[in-house]
């Protein structure tokens, strides 16, 4: 109990709970040999060395369980302290990406489609507006876009919203 540090309680809880999961799924994790992984190890690493980032760390699973886990570089380079596969990470404006891979997870399972219009699922979503510009009293020109969102709009970022501090330098959406 004197390892009850915020890093050490999420990591054991994350371990505990994962173990539990595949223990109770009857799944046994099919950890990577160096003959299976070797090409995504060696990417791992060379991006370190090449300064690309100062650690990463890449885990692929499928149904059975783990089947890749790797980890090169450092987590903290101020302390030197290794990257490892239990390294606990940071998330800063994670959320498209985890938002997006549920996304397509629906999309494999058939309940969801990359062209389904987005105001099907988002009323706010089904009549959009695009700024063209502002009048002579700076009140905004808006015109409604010539075709919907989509699903697919969303995922790629090409929908026309930004973050509203980038709003005011970008040009108006080409719908």
Not at 55 to 75: C, H, L, Q, R, W
Not at 143 to 167: E, F, Q
Request: include cysteine; charged fraction near 20%; charge should be positive.
């Amino acid at each position: 109990m004197n390892d009850m540090t915020r890093r050490a309680v999420l990591t054991g809880g994350a371990a505990l709970a994962g173990g539990r999961f595949l223990d109770a799924a009857g799944l046994k994790p099919a950890f990577a040999t160096p003959a299976r992984f070797g090409a995504v190890d060696k990417a791992l690493h060379r991006a370190v060395a090449d300064g690309d980032v100062a650690g990463v760390v890449a885990i692929g699973a499928t149904p059975n369980g783990i089947a890749f886990e790797g980890a090169s570089g450092k987590a903290n380079i101020h302390q030197g302290t290794s990257m490892a596969t239990d390294t606990v990470f940071w998330l800063l404006s994670m959320t498209k990406a985890i938002t997006a891979t549920a996304c397509m997870q629906l999309i494999e399972q058939g309940r969801l489609r990359l062209d389904q219009k987005a105001g099907d699922m988002l009323p706010q979503l089904a009549s959009p507006k695009v700024l063209e510009g502002f009048d002579a009293d700076g009140k905004p020109r808006l015109r409604p876009t010539k075709r919907p969102i989509t699903v697919r709009h969303l995922l790629t970022h090409t929908s026309g919203y930004t973050y509203a501090n980038w709003s005011e330098a970008l040009p108006a959406t080409k719908w």
